[in-house]
């Protein structure tokens, strides 16, 4: 195995650039693996410009697939060249957040306050996927087993953009026979459509303007696509609706105009589901809100992470019940990284996600 390893690491913002690092030590609970796919992630994209603190020197990325190069004395029930993915979120199964069933908030509360992100380890605080090889912490709960016959394109979603979208349409609690309204058709959103589909929802209306992503956004199961460059989303919700609104809104954006509008399509006692990330305050309209008095709930979602829930997404993929592989519109070589970002960054040549090879 080699000392030394490429890696692409945040330089300052605005510069994420490939550069050597040293091949991590493996510690007991830990297992190395070496990256065969990985993939960049909107969140890296707020690293690269600086929106989202991290340390300089810090390998980015938190999506991997891959092969186990070494494990850890203490770890149990897995095999040196299995091949594996783990979680954007990294729980390590035994703190506060883990045993009260909140593994996705592992790491959230500390005595200096709450820390945005929660269990976000890869590519946050600890070096991350786009690079030659990861070392994942507490390996016999983070690494799943990729089942025999699935390529590493099939799964690419499944540490991140799926497990993150599927818990949108969970969260939002979407019963059989809902009305579902997605707002915002990338890769989140998209997910969120399908997970919206797999739990019961017969009528799911997505909101997207990017003709390519309405396009997948039917095939993900959108019944209905509004295009609000060309009418006004919550108007035309209403109208497809007769009136009565929608059951569960999904807000995969991030924006106040898309929180708003997804909270005025709710019908009374409806569910406003967010997975967007807000870069400021929200406001809630008073009338939207119905004063207070109008029955909903509104909740938020960070991605659900460890290996049951990697396993549960996989066997999806298996069962044929979705493919996520239309997602992937560009490829890339590690070597290439810097090409890669900016395409991703400046959205260009309809990019949904990159697939990243070493």
């Not at 600890?126 to 016959?149: F, H, K, R, W």
């Not at 915002?184 to 969120?192: D, F, K, R, S, V």
């Not at 709930?297 to 659900?304: D, E, H, K, Q, Y």
Request: aromatic share 4%; charged share 20%; proline share 6%.
């Amino acid at each position: 195995m080699p000392q030394m390893m490429k890696a692409a690491i945040f330089a300052e913002p605005g510069r994420i650039v490939l550069d050597d690092k040293p091949v991590p030590d493996v510690g007991p609970l830990d297992a190395l693996i070496r990256i065969t796919t990985t993939t960049i992630c909107g969140t890296d994209v707020h690293i690269l410009k600086g929106e989202y603190p991290v340390a300089r020197g810090l390998t980015v990325g938190h999506e991997p697939v891959g092969v186990i190069e070494k494990l850890g004395s203490a770890v149990q029930g897995f095999r040196e060249g299995q091949r594996v993915i783990a979680g954007a979120i990294t729980p390590s199964g035994h703190s506060a957040a883990c045993l009260c069933g909140q593994h996705s908030q592992d790491g959230a509360g500390t005595k200096h306050g709450y820390k945005a992100m929660g269990g976000w380890r890869f590519g946050n605080t600890i070096d991350g996927s786009q690079a030659e090889y990861l070392l994942v912490p507490d390996a016999m709960t983070n690494l799943a087993p990729i089942p025999d016959g699935l390529t590493d394109e099939q799964v690419l979603m499944c540490p991140d953009i799926m497990s993150t979208g599927f818990s949108g349409a969970e969260r939002g609690q979407v019963r059989i026979g809902d009305t579902v309204a997605v707002f915002a058709q990338g890769p989140i959103g998209l997910c969120a459509t399908a997970g919206a589909r797999l739990m019961g929802a017969t009528t799911i209306i997505a909101v997207e303007a990017v003709p390519a992503r309405m396009e997948i956004a039917r095939q993900m199961g959108a019944d209905h696509v509004v295009d609000f460059s060309k009418c006004d989303p919550v108007a035309e919700i209403m109208r497809l609706t007769d009136g009565r609104g929608v059951d569960v809104a999904i807000e995969a954006l991030g924006l106040q105009q898309t929180f708003s509008a997804a909270l005025r399509v709710l019908r009374p006692g409806g569910r406003l589901s967010s997975l967007g990330v807000y870069s400021s305050d929200l406001t809630i309209p008073l009338d939207a809100f119905a004063a207070g008095l109008g029955d909903h709930t509104i909740t938020t979602a960070l991605c659900p992470g460890g290996k049951e829930r990697m396993g549960r997404l996989m066997d999806v993929i298996a069962s044929q019940r979705l493919d996520t592989r239309p997602l992937v519109t560009h490829r890339f070589k590690l070597d290439d990284i810097e090409a890669a970002y900016d395409l991703f960054a400046n959205q260009r040549d309809g990019v949904l996600k990159i697939a990243l090879t070493p």
